[in-house]
């Protein structure tokens, strides 16, 4: 068989992929928080026909022979970006301006379940910033999940006690808002301004390589790395972007860059669809040799 023929197929394979990355890309343009993916190829290993040769006294070096063998999938890259911000006015609706990632985590009985170090297991990671209050008044999304903070400590409300604590706001509270700092702060039924707890972020050595879990979650692999600082850290510190209250992240997937994209890989696929067709034909050809 040729190998050309082999090369065809490779080159349908990996921009079949392609197409399916852009394929999700373009099905959630207005999801919050989507990080849009990229596909990049490579090459693959080359036959060698003859090898490279070096000069002597009387003639010069020769160039090695060689003959590609196709093409494979090198990396499926989710960009990190900033979506643009769109305004809601709804207090629960938080966008993360710069870096930084939410930290999301299950719990019994009101406490995020924690480790003997104190931080939240199993934590899951997300830019969408699309919280509700449930009916004990703990900050959720819309899965459950508790949005992890801190939260006053009972001898001195101005200094943070556990860093797993989910965030609770009393149900009989007046009115609240959330400070850029990640601050939540409320009006008791006494006209006081109150702080409910502080919402703490976290970013990654190699943000590119979290895993996507789906439903806007990410979560830690050996590639990212432990989020740092391990247990968060508030907003507007350490590197870590402010919090915006009244916004929410949209996608950061650019249509017409992903139409363009599908554009390129439509005429790739039907251009390694006649490599196949016209090395078939010289088949035929050698076939009919011999009638």
Same mark, same amino acid.
């Given at each position: 068989m040729l190998r050309s023929m082999y090369s065809g197929i490779s080159g349908l394979k990996n921009f079949q992929t392609k197409l399916d990355v852009i394929g999700n890309n373009i099905s959630n343009v207005n999801t919050y928080g989507f990080k849009k993916g990229r596909t990049v190829f490579k090459d693959m290993i080359s036959q060698t026909t003859s090898g490279a040769s070096a000069a002597t006294a009387t003639r010069g070096g020769v160039n090695p022979k060689q003959v590609g063998l196709g093409s494979q999938v090198a990396s499926i890259d989710t960009i990190?970006?900033?979506? %643009?911000?769109?305004?809601?006015?709804? =207090?629960?609706?938080?966008? +993360?301006?710069?870096?930084? /990632?939410?930290?999301?985590?299950?719990?019994?009985?009101?406490?995020?379940?924690?480790?003997?170090?104190?931080?939240?297991?199993?934590?899951?990671?997300?830019?969408?910033? $699309?919280?509700?209050?449930? %009916?004990?008044?703990? +900050?959720? $999304?819309?899965?459950?999940?508790?949005? =992890?903070?801190?939260? !006053?400590?009972?001898?001195?409300?101005?200094? !943070?006690?556990? !860093?797993?604590?989910? +965030?609770?706001?009393?149900?009989?509270? #007046?009115?609240? %808002?959330?400070? #850029?700092?990640g601050s939540v702060t409320f009006v008791d039924v006494g006209g006081n301004l109150r702080t409910a707890g502080q919402i703490m972020l976290v970013k990654f050595p190699n943000s590119g390589g979290l895993t996507k879990t789906g439903a806007n979650y990410f979560e830690k692999s050996p590639a990212s790395g432990d989020p740092t600082p391990l247990a968060?850290?508030?907003?507007?510190?350490?590197?870590?972007?402010? =919090?915006?209250?009244?916004?929410?992240?949209? %996608? $950061?997937?650019?249509?017409?860059?992903?139409?363009?994209?599908?554009?390129?890989?439509?005429?790739? /696929? #039907?251009? $390694?669809?006649?490599? +196949?067709?016209?090395?078939?034909?010289i088949l035929q050809e050698l076939v009919n040799l011999k009638r």
């Open positions: 990190h970006t900033g979506g %643009s911000l769109q305004s809601t006015g709804r =207090v629960l609706d938080l966008a +993360i301006s710069g870096d930084g /990632f939410f930290q999301l985590a299950d719990g019994a009985g009101g406490s995020a379940t924690t480790d003997p170090t104190g931080y939240a297991t199993g934590r899951l990671f997300s830019r969408a910033g $699309n919280f509700y209050m449930d %009916s004990r008044g703990f +900050i959720v $999304n819309g899965d459950g999940k508790y949005l =992890v903070g801190t939260t !006053p400590s009972a001898a001195d409300p101005t200094i !943070p006690s556990n !860093p797993a604590k989910p +965030i609770k706001i009393p149900t009989d509270a #007046q009115s609240m %808002s959330i400070g #850029q700092d968060g850290a508030a907003p507007l510190t350490d590197g870590l972007g402010g =919090v915006q209250s009244g916004f929410l992240e949209m %996608s $950061n997937v650019d249509l017409s860059e992903e139409f363009t994209e599908m554009i390129v890989a439509q005429r790739g /696929f #039907q251009a $390694n669809t006649r490599i +196949i067709t016209t090395s078939d034909e």
